[in-house]
């Protein structure tokens, strides 16, 4: 547009009427193009193929990286270490699963753009799912908001005067003391 309008002044000053007459015509159709192409949208990229299985590891994977960000320093049980432990192998395969949905001929910027759409949309449905679950809590009040202790535990005794069952299975000798050393020693297969 800028050239035309350059182009148009010259002409005015060269008062060439044809040329003139060309060049508004050319502009008129140059700035109805660009009206045109600013009304149109993109067509979004096309999801990944295998994006509802990367979606069900990020899920897998929300509750690992809650536990690491929880640990903060401190040392994990050993339940806790082996559940980390398969979060590298959840990244491994949602990298596998990123790498099988690339086109054969696509590149890496559009394909980085297609990831990138695919963390977003996961994002969008992850918020969706957080509002879906948190839902308030109503507490009625009474005797049923009574705090017990976890750590109660109860037993069971027998009446008095019960009789004492004997079983009829034979067991091994029990020993008579030594702790662990004997019963080290009642298992051993040497004589």
Do not use: C, Y
Not at 95 to 106: C, D, M
Not at 110 to 123: N, Y
Not at 166 to 188: C, E, I, L, Q, R
Request: net charge positive; glycine share 4%; hydrophobic share 35%.
């Amino acid at each position: 547009l800028e050239s035309l309008t350059k182009e148009i002044v010259d002409a005015e000053k060269a008062k060439q009427a044809k040329k003139l007459e060309k060049l508004r015509v050319a502009k008129e159709k140059a700035e109805a193009r660009k009206v045109k192409i600013s009304q149109l949208s993109p067509k979004s990229l096309p999801p990944l193929k295998h994006q509802a299985e990367i979606f069900q590891l990020r899920s897998e994977l929300k509750p690992l990286q809650e536990l690491e960000n929880s640990a903060k320093g401190r040392l994990l049980s050993l339940k806790e270490t082996q559940s980390l432990a398969r979060k590298e192998e959840i990244l491994v395969e949602i990298a596998n699963l990123q790498e099988k949905s690339r086109g054969w001929f696509e590149d890496d910027d559009v394909f980085q753009a297609r990831i990138a759409a695919s963390r977003a949309a996961w994002e969008a449905h992850d918020k969706s799912t957080k509002k879906v679950t948190k839902k308030p809590t109503v507490t009625t009040g009474g005797s049923s908001s009574r705090k017990t202790n976890a750590w109660n535990t109860t037993s069971v005794t027998k009446p008095r005067g019960a009789p004492v069952s004997n079983s009829t299975t034979k067991s091994k000798p029990k020993a008579n003391g030594g702790g662990v050393f004997a019963a080290m020693m009642m298992d051993s297969d040497s004589d």
